[in-house]
């Protein structure tokens, strides 16, 4: 890259190849990216702790490292920006809420924000989420809604809406989030990023304040597959402090990335997934199928009862989970979350063991369909970002409240923890929508091989918003 | 189970969460059971729809997912 580089719009993967080089610094690199969030994020709302100094005095120490001759990570000098639900030392762990932020600070640095550093990434800062990610909106009553950044006046979506819109802007080519039932890949529609929820246990949770535990996954967003890549794997590896860690061992996705799609059998999800959306939903999803040549459908068996059971589980989990802080503190949370979780501790405890019955079946009958294909497409979301504060939609012709919706098709599929890369298309001038490219356990290699090809083909693609408040068509 | 809650009317979901609401501890501000009872409504659903799958009695939890 040129020495006129605007370093704060850069993929990672650029940026580590440019400071491993020498042609830029860590600090120039990361100054560039501090400058452009103090310009850029007063519009978007993204991002909820400024961490300039830490990540000052991080470059430097990168940039002494590298005039020492010492080995430097694949991902040096790369900003980076955590939901706030990642402990960050020195930072009560707010969790969207008001409440945790009166929490002690934590004292030391998250699992994935650790081992991110340790492949040479610099943490920036915290990001906006809705409180205690029981949320699809992007909108939190304490912190302000995060803003669309593709347009203003739009959800971010959410949970992870800091992550979505701090990538979408450009303010960090890498953001990490947390998925539980779509809030990693909700935000990427609806901001149009890269996303990957990762195989229920593929990467740590240590250090991270849950929701739910059984659903509970973490995993990185950004522009581009090969920044995915290099981000996910830095962040592989078992850590006996995360009870749900897998012991397997690293399954890079990087080295295969270019390896194209010529050995796999991809199909459409039918049925269920095809409607109960605005019709570019599935046109989005048509796009990509045309495009790698997937002509075959299969239909995921009972995917409506997937999604009820895995309500039911968030709902009774997520009370538990917070029922002190309700009985202590109930004033203190958002009233949507908070009626949302009340009810949820007053579920009877056979309709919770049901859900977690059922899904031992529907785990059995979707994994039968992986021995026939190996990726399956469908919808991230069923409508592009509804606008703020908007509160109902029209799905097939029924209105609908919008924020326990949003996640009709990401719930299914995280139910039994199966890995998705989440992909941006842009079908017309409108705001962008998703794609869920969905694999076996274990196989988000697969996932990324898929996304890196869409990519490479121009199907995909996550360009730095214009930041403009204009409606868009069809928006 | 709630696979009997398609046959039966929608039970006073208002009455249950007042009563419910002191078994666990929860006070309900009276402003809030409206939108408590609505929560309960559509979990009532959801639960119905999942009871209504027949599973066998060999059916295990998964409470942590495994792949």
């Known amino acids: 890259m040129s020495a006129t580089t605007d370093w704060s719009l850069a993929p990672a993967s650029d940026i580590a190849g440019a400071v491993s080089e020498g042609t830029v610094g860590a600090r120039e690199v990361v100054a560039a990216a501090l400058d452009r969030i103090a310009r850029i994020d007063p519009a978007v709302n993204s991002f909820t702790d400024r961490l300039g100094e830490r990540a000052l005095a991080r470059a430097a120490s990168l940039d002494a490292a590298r005039a020492r001759g010492d080995r430097l990570g694949p991902l040096v000098g790369v900003p980076f920006a955590v939901k706030n639900l990642f402990d960050v030392a020195g930072l009560p762990t707010r969790a969207g809420s008001r409440i945790n932020r009166e929490r002690a600070p934590a004292t030391r640095d998250a699992a994935l924000v650790r081992r991110l550093e340790a492949a040479g990434a610099v943490l920036v800062g915290t990001l906006g989420m809705g409180e205690y990610a029981y949320d699809f909106t992007g909108e939190n009553i304490h912190d302000g809604n995060t803003r669309n950044p593709h347009a203003l006046g739009h959800m971010s979506g959410g949970s992870s809406g800091g992550s979505g819109a701090a990538v979408a802007a450009g303010l960090v080519p890498v953001a990490l989030a947390s998925d539980t039932n779509g809030s990693i890949r909700v935000p990427c529609a609806f901001c149009g990023c890269f996303g990957l929820k990762p195989t229920y246990g593929r990467l740590s949770r240590a250090g991270s304040f849950p929701f739910v535990g059984s659903l509970d996954h973490l995993g990185p967003m950004a522009r581009s597959s090969r920044d995915l890549a290099l981000a996910y794997d830095a962040m592989q590896g078992p850590d006996p402090e995360d009870p749900a860690a897998t012991a397997r061992p690293p399954e890079p996705a990087l080295p295969d990335l270019d390896r194209g799609i010529a050995d796999l059998r991809i199909a459409v999800t039918g049925d269920y997934f095809a409607r109960g959306g605005d019709p570019e939903v599935f046109a989005a999803v048509a796009h990509v199928a045309r495009d790698l040549g997937a002509s075959r459908s299969v239909a995921i068996p009972e995917a409506a009862r997937a999604r009820a059971a895995a309500y039911l589980i968030t709902a009774a989990e997520g009370a538990a989970l917070h029922l002190d802080r309700l009985r202590s503190r109930a004033d203190a949370f958002d009233p949507a979350v908070r009626d949302r979780l009340i009810a949820g501790a007053m579920l009877p405890a056979p309709f919770v063991e049901r859900a977690q019955r059922f899904r031992r079946w529907y785990r059995d009958a979707v994994l039968e369909l992986f021995r026939d294909v190996d990726v399956i497409l469908a919808p991230s979301t069923p409508c592009r970002a509804p606008r703020s504060g908007q509160t109902t939609f029209v799905l097939d012709g029924i209105e609908l409240p919008v924020r326990p919706n949003i996640g009709v098709f990401t719930q299914p599929i995280s139910f039994i923890g199966l890995p998705v890369v989440a992909v941006p298309v842009w079908l017309d001038g409108g705001l962008p929508l998703g794609v869920q490219v969905i694999a076996a356990p274990w196989n988000e290699a697969l996932c990324l091989r898929v996304a890196h090809h869409l990519e490479r083909e121009g199907v995909v693609r996550a360009p730095v918003a214009a930041l403009i408040d204009a409606p868009l068509e069809g928006a | ?67």
């Open chain 2, 1 to 67: 189970m709630p696979d009997h809650a398609a046959d039966t009317p929608m039970p006073d979901l208002d009455a249950y969460a007042a009563a419910a609401a002191p078994l666990l501890g929860l006070t309900i501000d009276p402003a809030w059971t409206g939108a408590v009872a609505a929560n309960l409504r559509v979990l009532h659903a959801a639960a119905a729809l999942v009871g209504l799958f027949p599973l066998p009695d060999t059916a295990e939890a998964a409470p942590v997912y495994t792949a």
